[in-house]
């Protein structure tokens, strides 16, 4: 099982770009939840997918979208970078039916730089 | 969700026994405690999840008193490759509810 991954590892845009990042849970899990951490920061909640379909969503404003298909794996996109959204961005995924407490599986992360 | 609160940074020695607090007055009933360690540049790693009394793996134990207005999360001899954030969550996690990650507490281990 390779766990979570996520790509690319590391990108650089310059402001007012956008950018599309990619995760593939964990082999079994159906949500996926995507986080900005800044740096010394933890990580913040952007927004989570279920069944194709945002079910929650954090303090982050409509430039950070997210898709999820078919087969789980997801794409969070972010319109007309700023500085500020340089960060580490994490995908964690996890499943839906589990007793109690659902265990979140994080990914490497993907270390987005704006120029 | 429940706020928590965390010392910000804690140093250790190799060997010795660490315990971080975490504060959650406003803890809810339906609420699990959780926490998760994470190393530079990668993503965080559950440690352990409790509800009440004394939770143990083979990684750590978790402490949490009756009123479950506190937790505390027991490293037993630290090494040096523990110095990580470690966070402390609270909330009702099921049914997919957003998690909110505090600032953490630096544990730093010497040797």
């Known amino acids: 099982d390779a766990g979570v991954t996520q790509s690319p590892t590391h990108l650089i845009k310059t402001r007012g770009q956008q950018v599309t990042l990619r995760c593939s849970p964990k082999s079994g899990h159906d949500t996926v939840s995507w986080y900005q951490q800044a740096l010394g920061q933890g990580p913040q909640f952007i927004f989570q997918?279920?069944?194709?379909?945002?079910?929650q969503r954090g303090n982050f404003p409509d430039r950070f979208s997210g898709h999820q298909f078919p087969n789980y794996s997801s794409e969070l996109n972010v319109n007309a970078l700023l500085l500020g959204d340089s960060a580490l961005y994490l995908c964690?995924?996890?499943?839906?039916?589990?007793?109690?407490?659902?265990?979140?599986?994080f990914g490497p992360g993907t270390r987005l730089t704006v120029l | 969700l429940a706020k928590t609160t965390q010392p910000i940074s804690m140093d250790s020695y190799e060997g010795q026994e660490v315990n971080i607090t975490c504060s959650h007055n406003?803890?809810?009933?339906?609420?699990?405690i959780t926490w998760y360690q994470q190393f530079p540049s990668q993503g965080p790693r559950f440690i352990i999840q409790?509800?009440?009394t004394k939770v143990t793996n083979e990684v750590a134990s978790l402490f949490i008193p009756a009123d479950r207005k506190s937790s505390t999360l027991s490293l037993p001899r630290v090494s040096l490759s523990d110095t990580a954030v470690y966070y402390c969550l609270v909330g009702d996690f099921t049914g997919g509810f957003k998690t909110i990650f505090g600032a953490g507490t630096r544990l730093f281990v010497k040797a």
């Open positions: 406003n803890i809810a009933t339906n609420d699990y």
């Open positions: 997918y279920y069944e194709e379909e945002e079910r």
């Open positions: 964690a995924s996890s499943w839906s039916r589990g007793q109690g407490y659902n265990e979140q599986f």
């Open positions: 409790g509800y009440k």
